[in-house]
Each structure stands twice: as structure tokens, then as C-alpha cells.
């Protein structure tokens, strides 16, 4: 199978062609939530990114496995070897057992990721399910010379590690400068280098979450869970590992290390990374007053926001951006999007009333005859979906010259139209058309109240017995849809679409 997807590749700093290991299997793994609080944006932007990954690789014919972890121990405050674990410090201040934490934010993920549109991945495992794989791979690293143990600890030799192979090859960061970072730390303690990371933590008498093992009873480090869990599922070498750029380092730096340490090369080909996002201009953090979680965004209830936006239009606005590209969420960028979006699924349900000419106009022929080729190319283009989005509104302004009658197209054309719009918008970009804005209720009302104002003329006209008028109004009402049926009581009518 050939490919002529292009990626970017943060390992090598360029576009690369995607060339599978083992086509036509592709194996992903993508770093998912740590589970101790509700899923906010910085998780949507990650999510909609790999998603799309997904559904492409998928489009394109290859069989994908995809594994997205749940991380539900050892990831402590501030991504360091110091201080409480995020999900053990959540069970203590809510008086709760840690997997009660971990299970009731996990539930609240899925619940956000299904809205958004993202397809579950094919394997979900979590940190506390792979403890033993873990303390493998610490084994592996101990026994290669490249980890030693201090007081109940396991830690990555770094200087070890780089006099054979280099640390720092994904971030471009090298072991000094990691060094001269380090030393801003006050002491050592129980490291030989203050930039040495935890592979194995002894558990103080006050941690909950704790495991036995060779060296004492504690927790994996952080790293541990991807590099051990993307071999366990993966195999020693796979093809794409994803997830935001704020993982480069140290996470994703770490994983390599770990990888190379235990195994003796690297197990990824391609590493992808989605740029960050912003609120007004501002990084989000609690401290900033700006943190908005998704149920927030699709319930309005939020003094940054205006109004509640539904879960496709967060999605749209996302895809709207290419996913290495920053993106700055506002309450007026979100209208927008919304609009958007709108036109979108406007545009498409559109087509449905487009009637068949014998041939096209030239115009309209020319625009359908390029515009799946012109989708196809922009996402082989390391997935560029604002070109795409650019395309299908071309595609959405050609349906509005057909409807108004100022254009003409064939029955062939209106087909090819018909799947290629479908096909990109909402089996590759993942866009759903039941949730097309979150004025969709308001739209369904006014809908019934505008039909129910065309059955009380046709009423008066049988009144009138003004047959000829009543049956143009249910004629008209039945092929755009409505089964209208007279009863004692009235006209009924529903949308049979």
C-alpha cells in the first residue's frame, strides 16, 4: 500500500512520507488524561487531534490499533519526583479511595470525548493495571546499567545514558543545559544527578497508593506507564506516538530514554505533537481566572462565555485550526465557529434540495469535479483540515447557487458532490449534523411553529373549499418532507427525513 500522507515528525523536525512498519497495520499510542479532575480544553485539543489521525489512517484502508492510556497513578504535582500523587491528593481532600477518584473523572472523560465525537480507542489500559510491566522495565533499565537505587528509589541514570546514546534528541535540549535547569532545585537528596528521574518511588507511610517490588513498597514514576503499556500492546517498535507539545519534555524525552535503556533502540518512528491553546490570549490555569472545562463550554455557565456552545461547535473550532498551530479560544472566536459550523451542515442538508439538471454548468462541474481530490491533498498534507473546511465551503457556496437556481448540475455531479461532503466532513473530520449549533432547539421550535402556521392557511382554504390551494400546501409539505394526515382533530404532521 502506498502512502501519500506527509507528517510532521517533531523526532526529526521535518515532513516525512507515513510510511507503516508493518502495512497495512498501524500501530498509535497517544498519551491520555491523568483522571483526578473534569476534562477542560487542554484534553479536547489532544482528543479531536488523534481522533482525526484515526479516522484517516483508517479512511485510507490501514488496520489500526489504537491505544490512548489512563493514567490513575504516579503522576505527582508540578510533573516531578517530589510531592503528593494528583489523584492520591484528590481521594485525600474528597475522603475518598483513590480508584473511586480515578473512575468517577475517567467516566466524566468518556462521557465528553463520545460528545465531541471521538471514537474510543481500540485498547484504553491504565497505569495501576500494568504495575508489573512496569517493574519490568525498571528491572531491564537497572540490569543495562543505566538506573541505580537509593533509598528505596529507582532512578534513570542520565549521565550514564548519555555517555552511549543522547539525551535530549526530542526536545533539542541538551544534558548541560538540563543540568543547569536542575541545580536551581535546592540538594540532591537521593539522586546523583539533580536531572535523574524517578523510574520506581518508595511511598511514605502516609501515600495510599502502593505497590511491593524489589526495592520497596511504593509507585512506577510517570514515565513508566506509556514506554511499558506502548510495548505491551504495540510491540518493541511502532509507528506514530502522539500527544500535546507540553509532553515533548519531559515525558516523551523520558519515554525514549526509557526505551532505548531497556531495549537497546528506539521504539517509535513518528512522534506527533498538537500545539497548545490559549483563552483570550492567556495561558489557562486556575490562577488566571480562565479554566473552563468542557461541560462548562456546553452549558454556558461560565463568566468568560455568553452562551452555551454545543460540543460539535468546540470540535469545528478546533479542526478549524491546523493542530501545530496555536489556537486562542474567545467567546467571540466560538460565535464564529458556530456560524461556521452552521453554514457547514446548512450547506450539505442543502443538497437535498437540489434539483437534477441534464448536465452542469460548466462552473459547478469544474468545482465538483476537483473538490475530492482538493480534500484528499490537503490532508495528506500532514492533515491540514483548514484547507479542507476552506473546500467544503466552496462546495457549500456552489449548493446555494444550485438552490436559488442560478446554477444547474447533473445527477452524476450531485452524487459525487453528495459523497464527498459526507464523506469529509463527517466520517474524517468527525463533524455530526444533530448537533450542528447549540441553537439547534431553538431552530426545531421555530421550524414547527413556521409549519404549523402553513397547516392554518391550508385549514382556512378547506374551510373556503378552496381544495385545489389546500392540496398544493400538502403537496408542497410532503416533498420537502412532512407526512401531513387530517384527523377529526386537525392536521398532524412529522419530518420524515
Same mark, same amino acid.
Given at each position: 500500500?502506498?502512502?501519500?500522507?506527509?507528517?510532521?515528525?517533531?523526532?526529526?523536525?521535518?515532513?516525512?512520507?507515513?510510511?507503516?512498519?508493518?502495512?497495512?497495520?498501524?500501530?498509535?499510542?497517544?498519551?491520555?488524561?491523568?483522571?483526578?479532575?473534569?476534562?477542560?480544553?487542554?484534553?479536547?485539543?489532544?482528543?479531536?487531534?488523534?481522533?482525526?489521525?484515526?479516522?484517516?489512517?483508517?479512511?485510507?484502508?490501514?488496520?489500526?490499533?489504537?491505544?490512548?492510556?489512563?493514567?490513575?497513578?504516579?503522576?505527582?504535582?508540578?510533573?516531578?519526583?517530589?510531592?503528593?500523587?494528583?489523584?492520591?491528593?484528590?481521594?485525600?481532600?474528597?475522603?475518598?479511595?483513590?480508584?473511586?477518584?480515578?473512575?468517577?473523572?475517567?467516566?466524566?472523560?468518556?462521557?465528553?470525548?463520545?460528545?465531541?465525537?471521538?471514537?474510543?480507542?481500540?485498547? $484504553?489500559?491504565?497505569?495501576?493495571?500494568?504495575?508489573?510491566?512496569?517493574?519490568?522495565?525498571?528491572?531491564?533499565?537497572?540490569?543495562?546499567?543505566?538506573?541505580?537505587?537509593?533509598?528505596?528509589?529507582?532512578?534513570?541514570?542520565?549521565?550514564?545514558?548519555?555517555?552511549?546514546?543522547?539525551?535530549?534528541?526530542?526536545?533539542?535540549?541538551?544534558?548541560?543545559?538540563?543540568?543547569?535547569?536542575?541545580?536551581?532545585?535546592?540538594?540532591?537528596?537521593?539522586?546523583?544527578?539533580?536531572?535523574?528521574?524517578?523510574?520506581?518511588?518508595?511511598?511514605?507511610?502516609?501515600?495510599?497508593?502502593?505497590?511491593?517490588?524489589?526495592?520497596?513498597?511504593?509507585?512506577?514514576?510517570?514515565?513508566?506507564?506509556?514506554?511499558?503499556?506502548?510495548?505491551?500492546?504495540?510491540? $518493541?517498535?511502532?509507528?506514530?506516538?502522539?500527544?500535546?507539545?507540553?509532553?515533548?519534555?519531559?515525558?516523551?524525552?523520558?519515554?525514549?530514554?526509557?526505551?532505548?535503556?531497556?531495549?537497546?533502540?528506539?521504539?517509535?518512528?513518528?512522534?506527533?505533537?498538537?500545539?497548545?491553546?490559549?483563552?483570550?490570549?492567556?495561558?489557562?490555569?486556575?490562577?488566571?481566572?480562565?479554566?473552563?472545562?468542557?461541560?462548562?463550554?456546553?452549558?454556558?455557565?461560565?463568566?468568560?462565555?455568553?452562551?452555551?456552545?454545543?460540543?460539535?461547535?468546540?470540535?469545528?473550532?478546533?479542526?478549524?485550526?491546523?493542530?501545530?498551530?496555536?489556537?486562542?479560544?474567545?467567546?467571540?472566536?466560538?460565535?464564529?465557529?458556530?456560524?461556521?459550523?452552521?453554514?457547514?451542515?446548512?450547506?450539505?442538508?442543502?443538497?437535498?434540495?437540489?434539483?437534477?439538471?441534464?448536465?452542469?454548468?460548466?462552473?459547478?462541474?469544474?468545482?465538483?469535479?476537483?473538490?475530492?481530490?482538493?480534500?484528499?491533498?490537503?490532508?495528506?498534507?500532514?492533515?491540514?483540515?483548514?484547507?479542507?473546511?476552506?473546500?467544503?465551503?466552496?462546495?457549500?457556496?456552489?449548493?446555494?447557487?444550485?438552490?436559488?437556481?442560478?446554477?444547474?448540475?447533473?445527477?452524476?455531479?450531485?452524487?459525487?458532490?453528495?459523497?464527498?461532503?459526507?464523506?469529509?466532513?463527517?466520517?474524517?473530520?468527525?463533524?455530526?449534523?444533530?448537533?450542528?449549533?447549540?441553537?439547534?432547539?431553538?431552530?426545531?421550535?421555530?421550524?414547527?411553529?413556521?409549519?404549523?402556521?402553513?397547516?392554518?392557511?391550508?385549514?382556512?382554504?378547506?374551510?373556503?373549499?378552496?381544495?385545489?390551494?389546500?392540496?398544493?400546501?400538502?403537496?408542497?409539505?410532503?416533498?420537502?418532507?412532512?407526512?401531513?394526515?387530517?384527523?377529526?382533530?386537525?392536521?398532524?404532521?412529522?419530518?420524515?427525513?
Amino acid at each position: 500500500m502506498e502512502s501519500k500522507l506527509v507528517i510532521y515528525n517533531t523526532l526529526t523536525r521535518q515532513k516525512e512520507r507515513f510510511e507503516p512498519l508493518h502495512a497495512p497495520n498501524v500501530g498509535m499510542y497517544v498519551c491520555g488524561p491523568t483522571v483526578y479532575g473534569d476534562p477542560h480544553l487542554g484534553h479536547a485539543r489532544p482528543a479531536i487531534t488523534f481522533d482525526l489521525v484515526f479516522r484517516y489512517l483508517k479512511h485510507l484502508g490501514y488496520k489500526v490499533r489504537y491505544v490512548r492510556n489512563i493514567t490513575d497513578v504516579g503522576h505527582l504535582e508540578h510533573d516531578a519526583d517530589e510531592g503528593e500523587d494528583k489523584i492520591a491528593k484528590k481521594a485525600r481532600l474528597e475522603q475518598l479511595e483513590p480508584m473511586e477518584i480515578a473512575q468517577y473523572y475517567t467516566n466524566r472523560y468518556h462521557e465528553a470525548m463520545d460528545a465531541l465525537g471521538c471514537l474510543r480507542p481500540s485498547i $484504553e489500559p491504565h497505569a495501576t493495571g500494568h504495575i508489573i510491566e512496569q517493574q519490568e522495565l525498571v528491572k531491564q533499565i537497572l540490569d543495562n546499567g543505566f538506573a541505580y537505587e537509593s533509598n528505596g528509589s529507582v532512578y534513570f541514570d542520565i549521565e550514564a545514558y548519555n555517555k552511549k546514546h543522547k539525551y535530549g534528541i526530542l526536545s533539542g535540549r541538551s544534558l548541560e543545559n538540563i543540568k543547569d535547569a536542575s541545580r536551581e532545585l535546592d540538594g540532591v537528596g537521593e539522586k546523583h544527578n539533580q536531572a535523574d528521574f524517578a523510574l520506581w518511588k518508595k511511598a511514605q507511610p502516609e501515600h495510599i497508593m502502593r505497590w511491593p517490588s524489589p526495592w520497596s513498597d511504593g509507585f512506577p514514576g510517570w514515565h513508566c506507564e506509556c514506554t511499558a503499556m506502548g510495548r505491551k500492546y504495540l510491540g $518493541e517498535e511502532f509507528d506514530i506516538h502522539g500527544g500535546g507539545m507540553d509532553l515533548v519534555f519531559p515525558h516523551h524525552e523520558c519515554e525514549i530514554a526509557q526505551a532505548v535503556a531497556s531495549m537497546g533502540h528506539p521504539a517509535v518512528k513518528y512522534w506527533m505533537h498538537n500545539n497548545m491553546l490559549t483563552i483570550n490570549g492567556q495561558k489557562m490555569g486556575k490562577s488566571y481566572n480562565n479554566f473552563i472545562t468542557l461541560e462548562q463550554f456546553f452549558t454556558g455557565n461560565h463568566e468568560l462565555l455568553s452562551k452555551a456552545y454545543s460540543p460539535m461547535v468546540i470540535r469545528f473550532f478546533v479542526l478549524s485550526a491546523h493542530y501545530r498551530g496555536t489556537v486562542d479560544f474567545s467567546d467571540e472566536a466560538l460565535q464564529a465557529a458556530e456560524k461556521g459550523l452552521e453554514k457547514l451542515m446548512n450547506g450539505i442538508a442543502d443538497m437535498e434540495r437540489v434539483q437534477v439538471a441534464d448536465k452542469c454548468d460548466a462552473e459547478t462541474e469544474k468545482v465538483v469535479k476537483a473538490l475530492r481530490q482538493k480534500c484528499y491533498d490537503a490532508m495528506n498534507d500532514d492533515l491540514a483540515t483548514p484547507q479542507v473546511l476552506s473546500h467544503l465551503f466552496e462546495a457549500c457556496s456552489v449548493v446555494n447557487k444550485l438552490t436559488d437556481h442560478k446554477a444547474t448540475i447533473c445527477a452524476d455531479c450531485l452524487k459525487e458532490l453528495k459523497d464527498v461532503m459526507h464523506t469529509f466532513a463527517f466520517d474524517i473530520l468527525g463533524l455530526q449534523p444533530q448537533s450542528a449549533g447549540a441553537n439547534n432547539a431553538g431552530r426545531e421550535e421555530a421550524f414547527g411553529k413556521v409549519v404549523d402556521m402553513v397547516l392554518e392557511l391550508r385549514a382556512k382554504a378547506k374551510a373556503n373549499k378552496d381544495w385545489a390551494t389546500s392540496d398544493q400546501i400538502r403537496d408542497a409539505l410532503a416533498a420537502a418532507g412532512f407526512e401531513v394526515k387530517d384527523t377529526k382533530d386537525g392536521a398532524t404532521w412529522k419530518l420524515n427525513k
